[in-house]
């Protein structure tokens, strides 16, 4: 008995030596596996980012040079994209070819992704990335007081699909330019018929410019020597003090500052002012562009006119970030139908018949889709005008310097209406 017990004993500490030795060689396995899988995963990212940047390359190639196949073959790991994008590429060589028409062109690109995200789900795939762009200007065939570049920052969403052990691009979503709404929020209201769209591919009626090219490449490249920190104070805080001592209504006479307006435009229009909130990925407040141009413009000299924030005659911002502040701005001063409305209803500008007469510091609001009444979708500054007047544009969502007025239109809706807004230069 005692044998057979010993046996058995043995029997059982061989079995519980197999069972360890199975699960040590399963846990090697499983690392194994693991690092393979890992190892497979890391290549899989570096495939999705290397067919996203080439893409991309390809885009631009295409807007520079003019030649589709050629593009295609300087940027090899574009044939992976080339079916779901070759609409969006034969839209570029058209895009060209109409700016090639009003003399503009390009002459060189710099672009980059900046990956904020990869999910890869079997055989689909997603990439989230920012794509920053500079585009250098051809000058040989543009005025010489043209800017020298133009850049724009635009979210990307790609999605991918794998197909015979290769994945392939199968749509490239933007997710921040300018566009019509989904679905109108509560700040959308309809345009009032008795404003006249302006003439956007008019020429313009006479030289009115109160900044020369000089200033404004002054403003650009040197911001006249202020320094950021001070130009910010004296720009936001005085204005917030001033409103925080006096609660009433600001309806004093101001002289506008087209200078400091233009000065907040390239200082912040590529890289937002922190010490304002932010409403790019805001969702239904319909994106920054309006609170850019309420920034610029409060730089400028407009003061704030308090009241219920619902209000269509009253434009402010509250600088206290205090929770308990909510909303902490007027719906005129973010929501781009309502501040249409403000500056309709309150002298600090007034509509003109053509795009082509403004000059740097004035406004431009979109309506991409009137047929469906929902009011004004974008707004946006004029930045620069040269010589032969050209317009070029600065915006938010997307973050845009420098582009020119042609090639906005362009890219929009065929029925889209553009208000030209002068900038008065006194008001209340």
């Known amino acids: 008995m005692f044998k057979s ?54 885009e631009n190639d295409i807007l520079v040079n003019g030649n589709i196949i050629a593009a295609l073959n300087r940027n090899p790991r574009s044939s992976r994209a080339k079916v779901a994008l070759q609409r969006r590429f034969e839209k570029t060589l058209e895009r ?33 990335a920012k794509e920053k762009t500079i585009r250098d200007y051809d000058l040989s065939i543009m005025p010489p007081d043209a800017p020298k570049t133009t850049e724009s920052h635009t979210d990307h969403l790609f999605s991918f699909v794998l197909r015979n052990g290769q994945w392939e691009l199968s749509s490239d979503q933007l997710l921040n330019v300018p566009s019509p709404p989904i679905k109108p929020d509560e700040k959308s209201v309809p345009v009032d018929p008795s404003v006249t769209p302006a003439d956007p591919l008019a020429p313009q009626t006479y030289i009115q410019s109160s900044l020369t090219s000089r200033q404004i490449t002054s403003i650009s490249n040197n911001l006249f020597g202020i ?60 994106g920054d562009c309006t609170n850019f141009v309420s920034q610029s413009l409060k730089a400028g000299g407009w003061p704030s006119v308090q009241g219920y924030y619902q209000n269509d005659t009253v434009w402010w911002y509250d600088y206290s970030n205090n929770p308990l502040v909510v909303p902490a701005q007027s719906w005129t001063w973010i929501g781009a139908g309502k501040f249409f409305q403000f500056i309709q209803k309150r002298p600090r500008a007034t509509t003109i018949g ?35 007047g050209t317009i070029y544009l600065a915006y938010h969502t997307n973050n845009t310097l420098d582009k020119t007025f042609y090639d906005f239109y362009n890219q929009s809706p065929s029925g889209a209406k553009y208000y030209a807004w002068s900038l008065l230069s006194s008001y209340y």
Do not use: C, W
């Open 5 to 58: 017990k010993l046996i058995l004993v043995t029997s059982s500490l061989l079995l519980i030596s197999g069972l360890t030795v199975t699960k040590v060689v399963q846990a090697q396995n499983n690392q194994n596996n693991h690092a393979q899988t890992s190892a497979s995963h890391k290549e899989a990212e570096t495939e999705l980012i290397g067919i996203a940047e080439a893409a991309i390359q390809t």
């Open 96 to 128: 060209r070819k109409f700016l090639a028409n009003r003399k503009i062109g390009f002459k060189g690109f710099q672009t980059k992704l900046e990956i904020k995200n990869i999910q890869i789900n079997g055989d689909t795939a997603t990439l989230e």
């Open 227 to 286: 320094s950021r920190d001070s130009y910010i104070y004296s720009a936001v805080s005085k204005e917030y003090q001033k409103s925080v001592s006096n609660p009433q209504l600001l309806a004093q006479a101001n002289l506008l500052n087209r200078s400091a307006i233009v000065q907040y435009i390239y200082y912040y229009a590529l890289t937002p002012n922190q010490q304002y909130r932010n409403f790019e990925n805001s969702g239904n407040q319909g």
């Open 354 to 388: 053509r795009v082509a007469d403004l000059i740097p510091g004035d406004v431009i609001s979109v309506d991409f889709d009137p047929q469906n009444n929902n009011g004004i979708d974008h707004t946006m500054l004029v930045s620069k005008k040269t010589n032969d």
